[in-house]
């Protein structure tokens, strides 16, 4: 079995948003391999939307022995109606191919579940594109329940 390195969670600070969003968009990329109606992705108008709208968010670097294996995105806002707690919705998960299937994900996870158990967060809840299995797989490893399940055509 592969050993797991040591993971750590740590904040983006503004002066790496350039090799963050790059990350990001490689991370695109091979989520739209999951998606038949994937449109071209325009990363620096994403970037801007992002940067734009940061009420609520965190992004972190995940590091491996001390390596840039990841990046997260959490999005941590009032619950709606009870806007008296708070729920984290995981917005942008990604390990790179190196660092895969080695718990480099699980313990990323695992720790923003413990900071967030220890902000008293009610929730925290990720989205996955119907076709990822292998993302499926990993959230349904760690607990993550499906609750519910979006629609959509063009009109
Ligand atoms: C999904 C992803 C985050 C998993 O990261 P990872 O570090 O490889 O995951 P881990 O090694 O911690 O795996 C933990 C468990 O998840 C499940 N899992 C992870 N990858 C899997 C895969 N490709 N197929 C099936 N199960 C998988 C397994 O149960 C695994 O435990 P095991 O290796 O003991 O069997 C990573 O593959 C990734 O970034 N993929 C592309 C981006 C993406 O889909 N992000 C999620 C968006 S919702």
Same mark, same amino acid.
């Given at each position: 079995?592969?050993?797991?390195?040591? &993971?750590?969670?740590? #904040?983006?600070?503004?002066? +790496?948003?350039? @090799?963050?969003?790059?990350?990001?968009?490689? $991370?695109? *990329?091979?989520?739209?391999?999951?998606?038949?109606?994937?449109?071209?992705?325009?990363?620096?108008?994403?970037?801007?939307?992002?940067?734009?709208?940061?009420?609520?968010?965190?992004?972190?670097?995940?590091?491996?022995?001390?390596?840039?294996?990841?990046?997260?995105? &959490?999005?941590?806002? #009032?619950?709606?109606?009870? +806007?008296?707690? @708070?729920?984290?919705?995981?917005?942008?998960? $990604?390990? *790179?191919?190196?660092?895969?299937?080695?718990?480099?994900?699980?313990?990323?996870?695992?720790?923003?579940?413990?900071?967030?158990?220890?902000?008293?967060?009610?929730?925290?809840?990720?989205?996955?594109?119907?076709?990822?299995?292998?993302?499926?797989a990993f959230w349904a490893s760690l607990g993550f329940e499906v609750r519910?399940?979006?629609?959509?055509?063009?009109?």
């Amino acid at each position: 079995m592969a050993v797991t390195p040591p &993971v750590a969670l740590v #904040p983006v600070p503004a002066e +790496e948003y350039d @090799e963050f969003f790059a990350m990001l968009a490689t $991370y695109h *990329a091979e989520l739209d391999t999951y998606d038949p109606h994937a449109e071209d992705w325009d990363a620096e108008v994403h970037r801007r939307a992002v940067l734009d709208d940061m009420e609520g968010r965190e992004v972190s670097w995940v590091l491996a022995d001390g390596e840039r294996a990841g990046l997260l995105m &959490v999005r941590v806002l #009032p619950d709606w109606p009870d +806007e008296s707690r @708070e729920v984290a919705s995981i917005a942008e998960f $990604y390990v *790179a191919p190196p660092f895969r299937r080695r718990g480099v994900g699980r313990e990323a996870i695992v720790a923003l579940l413990a900071d967030h158990r220890a902000r008293g967060t009610f929730e925290v809840e990720a989205g996955i594109l119907a076709l990822n299995e292998p993302a499926r797989a990993f959230w349904a490893s760690l607990g993550f329940e499906v609750r519910n399940i979006v629609t959509a055509r063009r009109p």
